[in-house]
């Protein structure tokens, strides 16, 4: 069975910093594509970050560049978010992804609020 099983959100100030991290299992985590999306209330989903299968290379939305860091561990089939800087306008609920072909899997979403 598929899981990912994103952690590490919560409330913090602007400003502030915290990690997310996604646990996979149920399916080959080093063969997929990893990714962060988010969702603020009242729009649409969009890519925040982005690792490739080895962890070569990153992309990043440009809201989030040079504030926002994506890595992943295969050996513990983990992706992380580590997000620094943190605005109000970074306020939404976090989502991992996991992406390979015609293959592609969800987390459950893990709150992430910025305000004083």
């Known amino acids: 069975q598929v899981q990912l099983v994103e952690s590490g959100g919560g409330l913090v100030q602007p400003g502030g910093s915290l990690r997310l991290s996604c646990a996979a299992s149920?399916?080959?985590?080093?063969?997929?594509?990893m990714s962060w999306y988010r969702q603020a209330p009242g729009k649409e989903r969009e890519l925040v970050a982005a690792v490739t299968r080895a962890g070569v290379s990153t992309n990043y939305a440009d809201s989030v560049k040079g504030r926002f860091t994506i890595s992943r561990d295969n050996a513990k089939s983990t992706v992380y978010l580590q997000m620094n800087s943190l605005k109000p306008e970074d306020t939404a609920v976090y989502y991992c992804?996991?992406?390979?072909?015609?293959?592609?899997?969800w987390g459950q979403g893990t709150q992430v609020t910025v305000s004083s």
């Open positions: 992804n996991a992406h390979w072909v015609f293959y592609d899997y």
């Open positions: 149920g399916f080959t985590f080093s063969g997929y594509v």
